[in-house]
């Protein structure tokens, strides 16, 4: 009976303590709980590490806005960033971590909700890092509109301030999947810029249009070379026959 009643104690200290079994995380999704092997594989896979100076600024993948706050999502492939900043601006705190999908971010009080579209998950996490807890995102219409209306929303207006996600890269912007730009826009228009890396994003989509152009360069002058070989050859079987 002793080893009945440690073993009971151990899940309890487990199930009190995982990110999980705590308080539900409120998301605009609709959720549920997530399990025991699930939770455990994602702490594991998704390990935050503090940022208390800015990173170097980088496109937009995301964001959320609140009267106080401005959360900026970034990253490449699979380096992600999360920064917090003041409505004017300026940076407060930061996160990074491992993500290899596409991800979200959204303001809720004191702490953030980051979601991960790979697996599914809503992670409620404190300004000091840690993972309060976390919930399952069900794969239902209403969540599929919310991620793309919401969650990837260009634009949000609050307290009178309208947040817009800008690419003012002209023809380069055809090459770019994520943001240039963050303008705040007050009840009188003025429109101010409290983000910009408009010059990185510019050099970086134009390398990316010379590399197209250089690949399809090569590859017509292959076909032609080809095409002219394909002639000749049939020339010659012409003037033997």
């Not at 092997?37 to 994602?42: K, M, P, Q, S, Y």
């Not at 490449?76 to 920064?83: A, F, L, M, Q």
């Not at 947040?163 to 912007?173: A, E, H, I």
């Not at 390398?207 to 090569?218: D, K, R, S, T």
């Amino acid at each position: 009976m002793k080893k009945v009643y440690t073993y009971i104690c151990i899940l309890l200290a487990f199930f009190i303590q995982s990110p999980a079994a705590s308080a539900a995380v409120q998301a605009g999704f609709s959720t549920e709980p997530l399990s025991a092997a699930d939770t455990e594989t994602f702490l594991q896979s998704v390990k935050l590490t503090p940022l208390t100076e800015e990173p170097k600024r980088r496109p937009i993948a995301c964001f959320d806005a609140s009267d106080e706050r401005i959360a900026i999502g970034c990253g490449d492939s699979g380096n992600k960033t999360v920064c917090v900043y003041t409505t004017d601006g300026a940076f407060q705190y930061g996160f990074r971590f491992p993500c290899g999908g596409s991800f979200g971010v959204e303001l809720d009080g004191e702490n953030l909700i980051l979601y991960f579209a790979r697996s599914d998950v809503a992670a409620s996490v404190n300004p000091t890092g840690t993972i309060e807890s976390l919930a399952k995102i069900q794969n239902t219409i209403d969540n599929n509109a919310y991620w793309n209306h919401h969650v990837h929303a260009i634009t949000r207006e609050v307290g009178g301030i309208r947040y817009t996600l800008k690419n003012n890269l002209g023809f380069f912007g055809l090459f770019a999947s994520t943001y240039s730009q963050l303008t705040a826009t007050g009840p009188d228009g003025e429109e101010r810029v409290l983000y910009d890396v408009r010059a990185e994003q510019l050099a970086k989509s134009a390398a990316v249009f010379v590399l197209i152009a250089v690949l399809v360069a090569v590859a017509v002058v292959v076909i032609v070379k080809e095409f002219g070989k394909l002639k000749r050859r049939e020339s010659a079987i012409e003037n033997c026959n």
